[in-house]
């Protein structure tokens, strides 16, 4: 069954690496949903963070396409219940309807938002959190003139990760530590090896 | 001072910082890897490295070729006979892209290049410059690495990356592109240190203990184990302890067309060619041995034919260097992750001794029937057209199996790799993966260069000849022996196997027209035979071997003869056609 799943991938910060990455996805023809690269817990190190609707089998083959890369370190894969994930909101509305036909107060309590900016001519409010809540204050705001709307993309923590730091230090390493694990995906599936 | 040290340069660790161009640092790198020969063509954006290859002529050899795409397949070849890593030189723009075919080609079939190309001054980057080309994104998809350097300051530490990523692990080619400003920059050398190691690269995976017992455990309790082997083992150079593997555990093993010559074709254990125009055995018996091991391989669909048909009975042991290749196509019950040179002495150790004799002659059975439907009538055919079989048996008998063979794409590949027989490992060059017809006659010209001392012979269609037949002016300047055998069936005949099986005979533009080629390579001044008659074929390639300076033989053989057997696309590998 195809579903959503969030690729996590520690790289150098390499001009063209985004390109070698991004490749891999288009010449499979699979879209990506979401694509958002940002420094990581490590020094030096680069988080890419991509979204797509895909199949494990498929998206196991596309992690290790990706780690092929020479600049890149690792990826992983995960659904969404096993990361936490949040996207930012933007939207920018005339300030007289809005303060006028809306309860600006209610608003802001009960989609968690804030106001970034305040004119006379208009209004940005901000609001982080999964796609459905951002997408519930559009609806909300969007018969009131609303002038612009933009939406970052997901950023995501993945819940039993340790972090990069110990990993990066047996990447660094001449000779890889022997516990170093080579094949975690593999290991997962322990029915595979009923011998 | 520094003048005369930089007109006889040695400047491998030089005492003192000294000042050096980023032309002469890409060249003193070349000299710190080893590299003998580099095949090239200059233009504007190179031309500072061009001037500095003026004071090094005599420590690197330039072969001067007639198209970047033959200097790329000069440099597979000479890749792929020396077991070192290719060296070629571009321009920027068309000189670039007309490398991309070769880069393609030398991705998918693991062959360690370093290509350099010139590009525009760093000031006239994205400006639509003259021979400008964005060729570090135009090459992406097909290397396994590439960098633009913009400062000549970069060039040791950049080339020392290049060289380490382009031989090691799965090999693969990589594309330096050097800004102009860069090439004439001069910058304080410091020497050039090798690489060898890059953080976020790790060439080998960890072998793992335990997956090499369960794989043993799989060997030791199969009935009808069957290796089948890939290029992997010529490119870890692991042929000895391939050939221990197998004797010790009495295995039979076929071969994909990349791992052709790793093991000698007379090895009695040796049962023959995978994949669509494999051998019947090795075909069929895959849909029944019990434990398939694949070494160095990557289940390509031309081995596989349809997968969901494919050794579904079959438990997979799969030895690869590249974890991606695990599971890709066709899911392994064992992955044995490593450097086959390692892995293979850690399963022979483990795997108990045994013949399988009756196994073994299951395939000898199949043979006998091949042989007998298919292979007779193609090397010993009593009357009619020449055959392509029979020409490749006759240089058998001449070349006794120590010739490099070098062949293009189409019906003649698949009759030379089914029949030409080989004793030495990297003795057979083709371009399996791409299929780039073309490929031969500048692969040949680098594979005499990579393997001076041994015969090499081309063999090449009436098609891919005329594909880059410009290299025959490589061939005559740079007066290197090259043995050109053309089997001329006067049709693109792969394609018009297929359209007379599968297209109901409708020979769409399959019909293609030679000039006179004895006249063409006399132009270049090179010696050249024609023959369509059975009776002079031995004479006239015993001719061709015994001639010195290059040769062309062109042999006429049957218009409309067809290569089999052949497991139809679509069909799996027990679908497979004797006729």
């Excluded at chain 1, 006028?100 to 804030?114: C, I, P, S, Y």
């Excluded at chain 2, 048909?309 to 019950?333: G, M």
Aim: aromatic letters at 8%.
């Amino acid at each position: 069954m195809k579903q959503e799943y969030t690729i996590t991938v520690y790289t150098e910060n390499q001009v063209g690496l985004l390109n070698r990455i991004a490749i891999i996805f288009s010449r499979r023809k699979i879209n990506i949903e979401s694509l958002n690269v940002s420094p990581s817990e490590a020094e030096g190190i680069h988080r890419f963070t991509i979204v797509i609707n895909e199949f494990e089998e498929v998206v196991r083959k596309l992690c290790r396409q990706i780690e092929r890369q020479v600049e890149v370190l690792k990826a992983y894969f995960n659904t969404g219940d096993e990361i936490v994930w949040q996207e930012l909101a933007l939207y920018k509305v005339p300030t007289d309807e809005v303060a006028e036909k809306l309860q600006v107060e209610r608003l802001l309590r009960e989609f968690g938002a804030r106001a970034v900016v305040i004119r006379k001519d208009y209004t940005i409010f901000e609001t982080t959190g999964h796609r459905e809540e951002t997408d519930k204050l559009l609806a909300v705001l969007a018969p009131y003139g609303l002038i612009e709307f933009v939406r970052s993309a997901r950023v995501a923590i993945i819940k039993a990760s340790n972090g990069f730091h110990e990993k990066l230090k047996e990447f660094e390493a001449v000779e890889p530590a022997s516990e170093l694990i080579e094949n975690e995906f593999l290991n997962k599936q322990a029915e595979v090896f009923s011998m | 001072m520094m003048q005369a040290e930089l007109t006889k340069p040695s400047l491998a660790t030089p005492q003192h910082p000294i000042e050096i161009s980023g032309s002469q640092a890409v060249l003193e790198a070349f000299i710190a890897e080893g590299v003998d020969t580099i095949f090239g063509y200059p233009g504007g954006a190179i031309m500072p490295i061009y001037d500095a290859l003026y004071d090094y002529h005599e420590r690197l050899k330039h072969i001067l070729v007639r198209h970047e795409q033959g200097g790329i397949h000069a440099g597979q070849g000479y890749a792929r006979s020396s077991g070192r890593t290719g060296v070629v030189f571009a321009t920027s723009g068309p000189g670039a892209t007309n490398l991309v075919t070769g880069l393609a080609d030398a991705l998918i079939d693991s062959t360690p290049l370093v290509c350099i190309t010139g590009q525009v001054f760093a000031h006239l980057l994205g400006t639509d410059a003259f021979q400008e080309t964005d060729i570090i994104n135009i090459t992406t998809p097909v290397t396994k690495w590439n960098y633009q350097v913009t400062d000549a300051t970069e060039i040791p530490q950049v080339l020392a990356k290049a060289f380490f990523i382009a031989s090691t692990g799965r090999p693969g080619p990589v594309l330096i592109d050097i800004a102009k400003n860069a090439q004439l920059q001069k910058f304080s050398y410091t020497g050039y240190t090798k690489c060898d190691h890059i953080r976020s690269y790790r060439p080998k995976p960890i072998v793992r203990k335990s997956y090499i017992e369960e794989a043993a455990a799989l060997i030791n309790e199969a009935k009808k184990p069957f290796v089948i082997f890939g290029q992997g083992v010529i490119l870890g150079r692991a042929e000895e302890e391939f050939k221990a593997f197998i004797e010790k555990a009495g295995l039979p093993a076929a071969w994909t067309i990349l791992g052709l010559s790793a093991l000698p074709t007379s090895h009695p254990q040796n049962v023959g060619m995978l994949g669509m125009h494999g051998n019947y055995g090795p075909n069929v018996l895959t849909n029944e041995c019990d434990v398939l091991i694949a070494v160095g391989m990557r289940f390509d669909d031309r081995v596989t034919g349809r997968l969901d048909k494919y050794a579904k009975q079959a438990k997979l042991i799969h030895l690869d260097i590249d974890p991606a290749e695990i599971d890709k196509n066709v899911k392994s019950t064992v992955p044995v992750w490593g450097d086959c040179k390692e892995t293979l002495p850690l399963l022979t150790a483990l795997v108990h001794e045994k013949k399988h004799t009756n196994w073994l002659q299951t395939f000898h059975n199949y043979t006998r029937e091949e042989h007998e439907i298919v292979i007779n009538q193609e090397l010993h055919p009593a009357s009619g057209e020449i055959t392509m079989g029979e020409v490749v048996e006759a240089l058998n008998e001449l070349t006794k199996g120590d010739a490099i063979i070098v062949t293009d794409v189409g019906q003649h590949q698949m009759v030379a790799c089914r029949y030409a027989k080989f004793n030495e490992s990297k003795s057979n060059i083709t371009s399996g993966g791409l299929g780039t017809m073309g490929f031969a006659l500048p692969a040949a010209i680098g594979a005499k260069f990579g393997a001076p001392h041994r015969e090499v012979v081309a063999i090449i269609g009436d098609g891919g000849f005329q594909m880059t037949l410009q290299e025959l002016g490589t061939i005559m300047q740079a007066q290197v022996s090259v043995k050109m055998l053309i089997l001329n069936n006067r049709f693109l005949g792969m394609v018009r196997q297929w359209q007379q099986l599968f297209h109901d005979k409708r020979y769409s533009f399959v019909d293609i027209q030679s000039p006179d080629y004895v006249q063409l390579v006399k132009a270049y001044g090179i010696e050249g035979n024609s023959v369509d008659d059975r009776k002079n074929l031995k004479e006239a390639l015993q001719k061709m071997l015994d001639s010195k300076d290059s040769y062309l033989l062109e042999v006429m053989v049957g218009k409309e003869d067809n290569v089999f057997p052949m497991v139809p696309q679509g069909c799996s590998v027990s679908e497979i056609r004797l006729k």
